[in-house]
T-cell receptor, first 115, second 107 residues
Framework: ETGVTQTPRHLVMGMTNKKSLKCEQH?????MYWYKQSAKKPLELMFV???????ENNSVPSRFSPECPNSSHLFLHLHTLQPEDSALYLC??????????????FGQGTRLTVV | RKEVEQDPGPFNVPEGATVAFNCTYS??????FFWYRQDCRKEPKLLMS???SGNEDGRFTAQLNRASQYISLLIRDSKLSDSATYLC????????FGDGTTLTVKP
């Protein structure tokens, strides 16, 4: 159903582990986003990529490292996370960062638990 | 002040009620406006775009007031399945989400 696919859907990792979240969009969009949503809290924008270039980094700790190898794929590399990083991580894409009337489409998210 | 502000609620209404949500935004250069719906532990999904002339989709009506910089969502004849968090989204170069308004429709 969704044009934005995230894997894995669930991830449990220790604080010393390194893992990566993957996002793939099949919509031909040029912009991709990472959001974090902690339990019962609003969405927090983490990173914005437009045409594979990072255009926004909202003061995210360096233990989160995004990578956008092409306009269809977005990764979030995780290392030495803290328990408070446990959250739902959502990827989204849109036609373009500066394009009018371009709504964002979300993947189903990765539910991350840091133990 | 937040760029996009919504009343967090919660709004608890009986089935069949009419409920309205407002959302204000601070950037007068904002170009596009949307309402999203987010069910518990799920991703946000687009509910409807908001046009300057106002638009309606079944029981849902969205309106934009550029002069006062707010958008609204009206839900008529509420159903139990309307229970969710409703997110206001404003775009000017990038999407800015409001914190959401939680609606619970009760039998």
């Amino acid at each position: 159903e969704t044009g934005v696919t995230q894997t894995p859907r669930h991830l449990v990792m220790g604080m010393t582990n390194k893992k990566s979240l993957k996002c793939e969009q099949h919509l031909g969009h040029n912009a991709m986003y990472w959001y974090k949503q902690s339990a019962k809290k609003p969405l927090e924008l983490m990173f914005v990529y437009s045409l594979e270039e990072r255009v926004e980094n909202n003061s995210v700790p360096s233990r989160f490292s995004p990578e956008c190898p092409n306009s269809s794929h977005l990764f979030l590399h995780l290392h030495t996370l803290q328990p408070e990083d446990s959250a739902l991580y959502l990827c989204a894409s849109s036609q373009g960062v500066g394009t009018e009337n371009t709504e964002a489409f979300f993947g189903q998210g990765t539910r991350l638990t840091v133990v | 002040r937040k760029e996009v502000e919504q009343d967090p609620g919660p709004f608890n209404v009986p089935e069949g009620a009419t409920v309205a949500f407002n959302c204000t935004y601070s950037n007068s250069a904002s170009q596009s406006f949307f309402w999203y719906r987010q069910d518990c532990r799920k991703e946000p999904k687009l509910l409807m775009s908001v046009y300057s002339s106002g638009n309606e989709d079944g029981r849902f009506t969205a309106q934009l007031n550029r002069a006062s910089q707010y958008i609204s969502l009206l839900i008529r004849d509420s159903k139990l399945s309307d229970s969710a968090t409703y997110l206001c989204v404003v775009m000017e170069g990038k999407s800015t989400f409001g914190d959401g308004t939680t609606l619970t429709v009760k039998p």
